[in-house]
């Protein structure tokens, strides 16, 4: 509608002029009827709004009014200290009278002696106060006068006013007693009447509990208070007692001691005594109740945060939906792991009540003073006013992961971030979220971790860099290192050691260890402290740019500015090597020798000949220009050559063809390109550079044993088992799974690692998804369950490399917690029965499960890992599941144990995103990637890991930051007990090494002794050598009958095969022993070691974790070189 059309014409003038008269009128008509309805207010009117509707100048007249009474109550202890008793009591102005009644004299009862001036005073202050008991009782009369009168509080100020007012006009009852003390009720009565004023006048919140401590305290205080006065004045007439009498007896009758030292000896007294008891057993068991009512609701709600510890304190609030006692044990254990949090307090805002084991926990001394449960919703502001969120250092925001709807839950999370930022803009807020869909929302807050992506990425990884999950749990994890030492076997010692190593930040040029290499390139410096100080420098953020590289390469130099980032065991402001450097100017000053650090193995590596084997591929390629003879001598490191000198475009080339394809025919060879993902699956996605198909896959093509226009039935089942597969057995096909595919096609992954992937989904996947993977190459989906055997077949299981299998949401929510995990389990179990040489990947919610992966009853090696599980949880470690074969092999998992990567951040703000560039989901220009590489037979010239970190950084410029190690051992049968007995060792024996190995290496069978005998003469050790034959009995005669079970086992599946029509070519033709030793002795030991020692021995198949540096970034720069040269 035009501007025109919404104008209304002005009036005329004098229109304009008469409405102007018409709005003056009608306004004085409203001030006068205003004025007329305020005359009308009569003089009660004015004195009820005064008195009693107005607040503030109520709460005066309270104030007032409780004055009065206090001051009465004063009064009648300075007349009563004042009467000496020494004359004899009678009326003023009249003779001594005898009133003797029922064996009393009650005229020293009656009658008292009292100053003229006190009784002024008392006069005076008893007039005022009958004034206003009067006047308050008139503006609160409607109609029944009998109900005002009656009332207990209007008999008490008639008892203790009127007397004094009569002696105003009739002098001689001037000295007539009044039980003035029992003004001390009214003046309870008004404390309370006040204290409602207070809270409706000044806006002032008062908790009911301190309301309910307030009214049982002023009870008491009556009590006692009517006790001594009243048996006092009665004593007056028998045995006389003193104030401190009376009040030693009121106390020592109320406590129920009853010492009898002193008594009242007249019946008055007496008769008081009981009345008074009788009072105190009806009113105080019924505040006492009130108030432990209160008192159980408090302790369910939590109370409050005071405002003056808020200021003087510093504490971190954590929100979440419920408390789950492993939640808040990981939370609480990871935050005081740090030494700088140790005085910082945990206040648990959560809406549901405590539960019974939180409690508990909640109570030990080490985190009751710490920690602080407060019940409610951080949606309502005065619950955040109570966890005082405005004065926290830190707000944790977690979602509820047990939730059947995800998505709901992540829905809740947000509000909560949205309410925590409104309130308390300036606190730093860590949020936990579960869908990367749902990430957008929250992406104000400082720090975020979004629980799936991580969980696909992990998954992904350990399908091509084995046990990853591993490697980033030890890495996010709190730890000193000391897992495992107290036990006699040497990888214990060694892989509890190395899971103490975390990822640490310093400035280069406050820095001890990397302060010397400025203007060095970054390998040169990672490589000399490595072969220095036992530290892994992985990557910086340079001091020009916020952005974390990992190993930037030799092309970056380092600067007094750039942050370096490290892996070790101690920080360098804790370790000896910063003492040192302090006290350099005392020449005796030597490191400590329990330091962490220094025992991190030689601090110098001989570089001799070194003849790099051509099976390590282009990482170590000797194309650059580096001698390949240098003469043998102690020297820290080798020069490292510029970056001009490496050869960048043989280097791409010579990864980007491999010989290895997947695949025969144009879709390798001329199909891929590399670029961006056209579609992304939601807002917030990362963007990497990944391989693409020129044109995307037909979706018809993607579904696997369906026929279609583009492929016929045969060649859809070639393509499907002919390569190495990795299948993802999932419930759904969300949004998430985007990120397992992103890590597996990143563009500097080389085409031979590009497996295809086949996606088993029991239900259909979303058209958006399809449109979003269908540009990567080899992405297919079957429709079918893990539950059944037809369905893992038609998808090629019997010919995968690896099989993933994610933790289904629909079971996250089982009644029994620990429970959720049971179909997961079983699943995977008869997978492994099935397909033993498959390489299985799972998933679990709890990681008190992962015991149950590949399960043996049988297997005492596995007993006594758990029994070693048990000992490190009582001795406090937070890492006591490390020892588990199957998550230390990385064949399992649990993402709650990334929670602790959100609560490090508090301190290492660097994690998440260091986290995130290692596992693929992130990517930084002239940043590092993540990739394995294995030791074979013809590589074991290099003998030692501190070699290969020479060989690596000083070539090609990679960093290694771990092995990755697999030891095996075969079962022999026991020869007798009497030489098991003897050798003290398990009646089985260790296969040898390969000839060539012990003739080249004599010194390294003393470092490398079979894991198997060891651990199981560990084992015979401490269950005895009659357990050990026995077992030994057991054992070898299963040998005999298990192999039976693995051929009517193949037998099946080559049956089903068949049935289906599928191709067994290949399947079960070699017998399988592997099967039968992992069923009797899990004889396979895997595990990750990070950052190992410089003169750890390298193994046959070991496979080292490098950083590689960006081959992009290496490339553009070797572009713009040759271009400045020519």
């Not at 100080?533 to 380092?558: A, F, W």
Request: contains cysteine; hydrophobic residues 40%; aromatic residues 10%.
């Amino acid at each position: 509608m035009a501007d025109g059309d919404n104008e209304v014409a002005s009036l005329p003038l004098k229109h304009r002029f008469m409405d102007s008269l018409l709005r003056e009128q009608t306004r004085q008509n409203d001030a006068k009827m205003h004025v007329d309805v305020s005359s009308k207010d009569s003089f009660k009117e004015r004195l009820q709004f005064y008195f009693i509707k107005n607040q503030r100048s109520s709460l005066r007249v309270r104030v007032f009014y409780l004055s009065l009474k206090v001051l009465s109550c004063i009064l009648y202890i300075v007349r009563v200290l004042s009467d000496s008793g020494e004359h004899q009591h009678t009326c003023l102005g009249c003779t001594y009278k005898n009133y003797t009644l029922l064996e009393i004299n009650w005229a020293s009862i009656i009658w008292v002696e009292r100053d003229h001036k006190l009784w002024a005073i008392q006069v005076s202050v008893a007039v005022i106060c009958l004034f206003i008991r009067i006047l308050l009782t008139y503006l609160r009369y409607k109609g029944n006068i009998w109900q005002q009168v009656l009332q207990i509080a209007f008999i008490l100020e008639m008892i203790d006013t009127v007397p004094f007012v009569i002696g105003i006009f009739y002098p001689p009852l001037r000295n007539l007693f009044i039980p003035v003390f029992l003004n001390c009720w009214l003046a309870k009565r008004a404390l309370e009447n006040m204290v409602n004023d207070l809270h409706r006048a000044t806006h002032w919140t008062q908790s009911a509990m301190s309301n309910q401590v307030l009214i049982l305290i002023s009870t008491i205080v009556c009590l006692i208070f009517t006790f001594i006065w009243g048996v006092e004045h009665l004593q007056r007439a028998g045995t006389k007692l003193t104030v401190f009498d009376s009040l030693y007896f009121c106390i020592v009758t109320f406590s129920t001691v009853g010492f009898g030292d002193v008594l009242p000896d007249i019946w008055p007294s007496k008769l008081l005594v009981v009345i008074m008891i009788i009072v105190a057993l009806m009113v105080l068991p019924i505040q006492i109740e009130d108030l432990a009512c209160l008192w159980m609701e408090r302790q369910k709600s939590g109370g409050d945060y005071s405002r003056q510890r808020a200021e003087t304190e510093r504490h971190m609030v954590l929100c979440v939906s419920s408390v789950k006692i492993d939640l808040l044990m990981d939370f609480l254990n990871e935050f005081y792991a740090h030494p700088t949090l140790q005085e910082y307090y945990v206040i648990i805002l959560c809406p549901t009540e405590l539960d019974a084991s939180v409690r508990r926990v909640l109570r030990i001394p080490m985190w009751s003073h710490r920690v602080i449960y407060l019940q409610g919703s951080a949606l309502k502001d005065q619950d955040l006013v109570r966890a005082k969120l405005d004065n926290a250092e830190a707000c944790f925001i977690l979602s509820c992961r047990c939730e059947a709807d995800r998505n709901a839950a992540d829905y809740q999370t947000i509000l909560r971030a949205w309410a925590v930022k409104d309130f308390a803009p300036s606190c730093t807020l860590f949020v936990q979220i579960l869908k990367p869909e749902n990430k957008f929302h929250v992406k104000f807050a400082d720090h975020i971790v979004c629980e799936e992506e991580f969980r696909y990425a992990m998954l992904a990884l350990n399908c091509i860099c084995p046990a990853t999950s591993t490697f980033i749990t030890l890495l996010v994890h709190t730890s000193q290192g000391l897992e495992g030492q107290h036990t006699p076997q040497d990888w214990h010692r060694v892989y509890g050691k190395c899971s103490g190593n975390e990822v640490y930040s310093i400035f280069l040029k406050e820095s001890v260890f990397f302060s010397e290499y400025e203007g060095k390139s970054f390998p040169y410096a990672s490589l000399n402290a490595y072969n220095k100080y036992g530290i892994c420098l992985i990557g910086v953020r340079p001091e020009d740019t916020k952005s974390i590289l990992l190993n930037p390469g030799p092309q970056h130099t380092m600067k007094p500015g750039d942050v370096c980032f490290y892996i070790s065991l101690t920080k360098e402001e804790e370790s000896c090597f910063k003492t040192q450097a302090a006290c350099k100017n005392s020449p005796k000053t030597q490191p400590s020798t329990n330091s962490a650090i220094t025992s991190m193995g030689t601090m110098a590596i001989d570089v001799q000949e070194i003849s790099i084997p051509s099976s390590l591929g282009p990482s170590l390629s000797t194309e650059t220009n580096i001698s390949e003879t240098r003469r043998a001598n102690m020297v820290p490191v080798l020069e490292v050559p510029d970056s001009s000198s490496f050869q960048t475009g043989d280097l791409l080339g010579d990864q980007a063809k491999s010989p290895c394809q997947p695949f025969s025919g144009d879709e390798c060879s001329d199909g891929y390109v590399k670029g961006y993902p056209p579609n992304l699956p939601y807002i917030g996605s990362s963007l990497i550079l990944c391989h693409l198909r020129k044109e995307k896959t037909p979706k018809c093509c993607m579904r696997l044993e369906k026929t279609c226009n583009h492929k016929d039935d045969d060649d859809v089942r070639a393509y499907a088992l002919k390569n190495k597969l990795i299948i993802v057995s999932a419930e759904t096909a969300g949004n998430s799974l985007y990120n397992f595919i992103l890590p597996l096609r990143a563009s500097y992954r080389p085409q031979n690692e590009l497996w295809p992937i086949v996606l088993l989904l029991e239900k259909e996947p979303d058209a958006e998804l399809l449109e979003t993977v269908c540009w990567f190459p080899m992405i297919y989906y079957l429709l079918g369950s893990i539950d059944s055997l037809d369905d893992l077949l038609r998808c090629g299981v019997s010919f995968a490399a690896n099989m993933v299998v994610v933790d289904r949401e629909s079971t996250m929510s089982a009644k029994e917690d620990y429970m959720a995990d049971a179909k997961t389990i079983v699943n995977v179990q008869t997978l492994f029965r099935l397909f033993s040489g498959l390489n299985i990947i799972t998933e679990l919610t709890h990681p008190a499960n992962m015991r149950f992966m590949q399960f043996c009853a049988k297997d005492c090696h596995s007993l006594e890992f758990s029994k070693l599980e048990k000992k490190e949880k009582e001795k406090g470690s937070n890492l006591s599941f490390i020892f588990r074969l199957p998550f230390a092999a990385g064949k399992v998992f649990s993402i709650s144990m990334l929670d602790t990567l959100l609560y490090q951040s508090c301190v290492k703000d660097y994690m998440i995103t260091i986290t995130r560039l290692l596992l693929g989901l992130q990517t930084t220009p002239k940043s590092g990637f993540l990739c394995a590489l294995s030791i074979k037979e013809e590589d074991l010239c290099i003998q030692t890991y501190g070699t290969l970190y020479q060989v690596l950084s000083s070539t090609v410029g990679d960093i290694p930051i771990g092995i990755y190690r697999t030891e095996s051992q075969r079962v022999q049968p026991p020869e007798s007990p009497q030489s098991q007995t003897s050798d003290k060792v398990s009646v089985f024996e260790e296969e040898g090494q390969p000839q060539g190995l012990q003739c080249e290496f004599p010194d390294s069978n003393a470092h490398t002794h079979s894991l198997r005998r060891k651990s199981l003469q560990w084992a015979s050790n401490l269950l005895g050598p009659r357990h050990a034959e026995r077992d030994a009995d057991r054992l070898s005669q299963q040998w005999d009958i298990l192999p039976s079970e693995r051929q009517e086992l193949t037998e099946l599946v080559k049956k089903r095969m068949k049935n289906l029509g599928l191709s067994t070519k290949g399947f079960g033709d070699t017998t399988d022993t592997n099967f039968d030793e992992l069923n009797i002795n899990q004889s396979n030991q895997s595990y990750a070691l990070i950052n190992p020692s410089p003169d750890t021995q390298l193994e046959l198949n070991d496979i080292v974790y490098i950083i590689r540096k960006d081959p992009i970034s290496l490339e553009l720069n070797g572009t713009d070189n040759r271009k400045k040269t020519a």
